[in-house]
């Protein structure tokens, strides 16, 4: 059984095996959690990113889609990057959504990562409603089977604490 455990605070602050990154699909760093995992994890992250980018991922690493690199400075041993969709409020793209938490937590088995954060992909730069992000984080969570023990939600203000604590009830 994967334990859910909710924090409100900074996810680049977490000891963890691995903190999942909501990346864009370049690699090659944006704002948001993105920012801060590059700014305290330093140049390492970036520099195999650019590799990664090179070698496998020429036109971007797909949405729902995820990889790991190294965790540089931060208090884990990698960093799970995945990218999530852009809220439409047309289309519904939770299935993409889904995918990043399941490729995330199937990229953490092939570590052998036990502990994992994510902070609430897809919620901030990309629209998605935080109330719906963390129905789709939850659940999906919830309905992976994973040899990973424990999930962190790693949410940055109280509304997305409220959001994520809703759901997990
Ligand atoms: P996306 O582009 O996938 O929407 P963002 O990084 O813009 O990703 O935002 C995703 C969520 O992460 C938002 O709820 C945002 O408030 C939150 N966030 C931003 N910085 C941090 C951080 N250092 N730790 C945890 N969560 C963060």
Redesign the pocket.
Known sequence: MTGIELVRG???RQSVDAIVN?ANSSLLGG????G?IHRRGGPEILAECRKLRASHYGKGLRTGQAVATTAGRLDARWVIHTV?PVFSGSEDRSELLASCYRESLRVADELGARTVAF????????G?PMDDAARVAVGTVRDTRTSVSEVRF????EP?YEAFAARVG
């Open positions: 900074d996810i680049t909501a704002g948001g959690v993105d801060a999530g902070p609430a992909v897809s919620a901030g730069v990309y998605w790693v949410l940055f203000d997305a």
